[in-house]
């Protein structure tokens, strides 16, 4: 393991992790915001709670 080998999987590391934190607090934004909608949908056409 070189020094620039280290520091290049840290910066990756740390990219990839940044990338999760943001798509994760989109996607519950998002589900939150359609969650309102799926409960009145379902409500409308009956559908079987999944």
Not at 1 to 22: G, N, R
Not at 27 to 46: E, I, N, P, Q, Y
């Amino acid at each position: 393991m070189d020094e620039s080998d280290f520091s290049l999987s840290v910066s990756v590391f740390v990219i990839v992790a940044l990338l999760v934190v943001v798509v994760l607090g989109l996607g519950l934004r998002h589900m939150a915001k359609t969650d309102r909608r799926l409960r009145r949908v379902r409500r409308m056409h009956r559908l079987p709670p999944q």
